[in-house]
């Protein structure tokens, strides 16, 4: 296994000084005990590819679910684009659907069940044994990888993936958050220390060609709040992986640091007209409840996290217990609410009811 803190995951380049250090858990796991310190990490790009790269290394950091009681839901509006895209391009003549961690299930089963291929032998797994057992059948295979890429701690698995376990003939499909186009969205809340990397879209397909691969369909989707893209690759040929150089098109990778820093500016400016102590009560733990809540800790604010999940009550995200809605600390100045469904408005008035010195900021469109 290895890491480094000053090469690049994707091209093996050297990394520019940090643009942004966070004092933050590794993974937003929702965990029974308390189990993860805050580490510092370092966003930092690369001087080739231009690609943040987050910078600390723990191998637990994810491409599972790391709580089987807890399971998230990626996006899946855009499978019958998938599919169309599969069952008209080359890659329509697999046999097999092959995903590589637990977040890819819900494509491979909706791809298999919407053909005659088979599933047998799904990996689900990021262990190179069990991806070098799959491929030793004749199958021609579609390798799955969603938000895989992109939270690999290791950049040997890149190797692996890319270089040995996808053979020529079979396909690959990527999708990923498509962070080029999320800075023209209002939040940079999505930038967290959980995920590794931040590549464009055209690093990734420059970083397949050099593997041998060629493109062979890719789309850019943007369904309510977020953005992404997928691809389907073809591996071509497999010699060894060609040198990965900057892409022609100067991009803009880096932007995705001074994007977050900017909405964490813009945040904490509109909260301080209401939070004279700086004491905060976030409801619902979510990712971007987490990231904010951890950086507003670190400019010396007071925050407590609640969630209304009996999944959630009681465990901790990272070192903070997570308590009910009903159970906010008495100098609690505002509310940052990170949903909004046909709970929300109930919740409000409960909240006035009990409370009305409390002002409650909606986050949901952040
Ligand atoms: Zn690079």
Same mark, same amino acid.
């Given at each position: 296994?290895?890491?480094?803190?000053?090469?690049?995951?994707?091209?093996?380049?050297?990394?520019?000084?940090?643009?942004?250090?966070?004092?933050?858990?590794?993974?937003?796991?929702?965990?029974?005990?308390? =189990?993860?310190?805050?580490?510092?990490?370092?966003? $930092?790009? +690369?001087?080739? +590819?231009?690609?943040?790269?987050?910078?600390?290394?723990?191998? $637990?950091?994810?491409?599972?679910?790391? #709580?089987?009681?807890?399971?998230?839901?990626?996006?899946?509006?855009?499978?019958?684009?998938?599919?169309? =895209?599969? &069952?008209?391009?080359? =890659?329509?003549?697999? &046999?097999?659907?092959?995903?590589?961690?637990?977040?890819?299930?819900?494509?491979?089963?909706?791809?298999?069940?919407? %053909?005659?291929?088979?599933?047998?032998?799904?990996?689900?797994?990021?262990?190179?044994? *069990?991806?070098?057992?799959?491929?030793?059948?004749?199958?021609?295979?579609?390798?799955?990888?969603?938000?895989?890429?992109?939270?690999?701690?290791?950049?040997?698995?890149? *190797? *692996?993936?890319?270089?040995?376990?996808?053979?020529?003939?079979?396909?690959?499909?990527?999708?990923?958050?498509?962070?080029?186009?999320?800075?023209?969205?209002?939040?940079?809340?999505?930038?967290?220390?959980?995920?590794?990397?931040?590549?464009?879209?055209?690093?990734?397909?420059?970083?397949?060609?050099?593997?041998?691969?060629?493109?062979?369909?890719? $789309?850019?989707? @943007?369904?309510?709040?977020?953005?992404?893209?997928?691809?389907?690759?073809?591996?071509?040929?497999?010699?060894? @992986?060609?040198?990965?150089?900057?892409? #022609?098109?100067?991009? =803009?990778?880096?932007?995705?640091?001074?994007?977050? !820093?900017?909405?964490?500016?813009?945040?904490?400016?509109?909260?301080?007209?209401? +939070?004279?102590?700086? !004491?905060?009560?976030?409801?619902?733990?979510?990712?971007?409840?987490?990231?904010?809540?951890? +950086?507003?800790?670190?400019?010396?604010?007071?925050?407590?996290?609640?969630? %209304?999940?009996?999944?959630?009550?009681?465990?901790?995200?990272?070192?903070?217990?997570?308590?009910?809605?009903?159970?906010?600390?008495? #100098?609690?100045?505002?509310?940052?609410?990170?949903?909004?469904?046909?709970?929300?408005?109930?919740?409000?008035?409960?909240?006035?009811?009990?409370?009305?010195?409390?002002?409650?900021?909606?986050?949901?469109?952040?």
């Amino acid at each position: 296994m290895s890491f480094s803190r000053d090469i690049c995951r994707l091209c093996g380049s050297p990394l520019q000084d940090a643009a942004l250090r966070l004092l933050h858990p590794v993974s937003s796991e929702i965990l029974p005990l308390i =189990s993860e310190k805050r580490v510092q990490t370092e966003f $930092r790009s +690369c001087s080739n +590819c231009e690609t943040v790269n987050v910078v600390n290394d723990d191998s $637990r950091r994810f491409l599972g679910y790391g #709580s089987p009681w807890l399971r998230y839901t990626e996006p899946a509006q855009h499978f019958p684009d998938v599919l169309e =895209s599969h &069952s008209h391009g080359p =890659s329509a003549e697999v &046999s097999r659907v092959v995903g590589l961690s637990e977040k890819d299930e819900s494509l491979v089963d909706f791809l298999s069940m919407s %053909g005659s291929r088979s599933t047998a032998n799904r990996v689900f797994s990021t262990e190179h044994q *069990e991806w070098q057992s799959v491929n030793s059948g004749k199958s021609k295979t579609l390798w799955v990888a969603r938000r895989f890429l992109e939270h690999i701690n290791d950049s040997s698995m890149i *190797e *692996e993936l890319l270089g040995d376990v996808v053979n020529v003939g079979h396909f690959l499909y990527v999708e990923m958050l498509d962070f080029e186009e999320m800075q023209n969205h209002l939040s940079g809340l999505y930038l967290w220390p959980e995920r590794t990397l931040y590549p464009r879209l055209e690093v990734v397909t420059a970083l397949l060609q050099a593997y041998g691969f060629k493109i062979v369909d890719v $789309r850019r989707c @943007r369904q309510n709040k977020n953005s992404f893209w997928w691809l389907i690759a073809e591996r071509r040929t497999d010699s060894a @992986r060609q040198d990965f150089r900057r892409s #022609s098109h100067p991009g =803009s990778s880096t932007d995705v640091v001074s994007h977050f !820093t900017k909405t964490i500016s813009s945040v904490t400016a509109s909260l301080d007209r209401f +939070c004279g102590q700086k !004491t905060a009560a976030l409801f619902g733990v979510n990712h971007k409840s987490q990231t904010l809540g951890y +950086c507003l800790q670190d400019m010396g604010w007071k925050i407590s996290f609640h969630d %209304g999940s009996p999944l959630k009550i009681g465990k901790y995200s990272g070192v903070e217990l997570i308590a009910p809605f009903s159970a906010i600390p008495s #100098s609690t100045e505002c509310i940052l609410m990170f949903f909004n469904n046909n709970t929300t408005l109930e919740l409000e008035r409960d909240i006035k009811k009990r409370s009305a010195h409390v002002s409650i900021i909606n986050m949901a469109e952040y």
